[in-house]
């Protein structure tokens, strides 16, 4: 099914209505956060990446990819519609296997082969493309600046997820507990008890929700 396109001038909108927020401290994390919540098994409540273009926009709130490269991608994007729902079900693909393998990490479960896979794929893809380069006397692994690939917004988010499984902060990874949320994030905190993706958010819900049920058993 090709996604429907509707063309660069919508990217500033779409900018600007996206509802994401960036509370889990990695890239990676914070792309598996693109949905409005999970239910008990991990499905997606109110997706937030329905077009190129919403995955497009949450490229440029990430600071993963800048407006300039953005507005020549949409424009790419409007010609190549079928290729840019190529990309779009590689992202949810993507997505949906690390939101997985990372649940594996917080539950201590083995990951499924065909999610390690998916991960694996998308990694090399990214890798292929990256340079060496000098910058102030050390080496640093970069994509060439001029990028015409659709697919090159994906490229950022398997490598994050790499570098978090080699980083030793995968045992700080942890799961927002409200009701119908799931994100996940990296507990930063100093006790290591961190239990809700915001305390405004579902901190406070669970508050209300909690202070209601006693006020029924009083």
């Known amino acids: ?51 190129y273009e919403d995955l497009l926009a949450w490229t440029v709130l990430a600071g993963s990819v800048d407006r300039r490269r953005a507005g020549v991608l949409a424009r790419l994007a409007a010609r190549e519609a079928r290729e840019a729902a190529n990309v779009l079900a590689r992202a949810i693909q993507l997505r949906e296997a690390l939101y997985r393998i990372f649940k594996c990490a917080i539950e201590g479960w083995r990951p499924r082969a065909a999610d390690a896979d998916v991960l694996r794929d998308e990694l090399s893809i990214a890798r292929a493309h990256q340079r060496l380069s000098a910058h102030g006397g050390r080496f640093l692994w970069t994509f060439p600046e001029r990028l015409t690939a659709l697919d090159s917004i994906l490229w950022p988010v398997p490598l994050s997820a790499a570098e978090l499984f080699t980083s030793g902060e995968l045992s700080r990874l942890g799961q927002c507990g409200g009701d119908e949320c799931g994100w996940l994030f990296l507990d930063t905190s100093r006790n290591h008890r961190r239990q809700w993706c915001d305390m405004q958010d579902c901190g406070n819900r669970a508050k209300v929700k909690t202070f209601r049920q006693k006020q029924r058993r009083a």
């Open 1 to 51: 099914m090709v996604t429907e396109y509707h063309g660069p001038g919508n990217l500033s909108k779409a900018i600007k209505r996206l509802p994401v927020k960036f509370i889990g401290g990695r890239l990676c994390l914070d792309f598996v956060n693109t949905v409005g919540g999970r239910d008990h098994a991990g499905a997606v409540i109110r997706d937030k990446i329905a077009t």
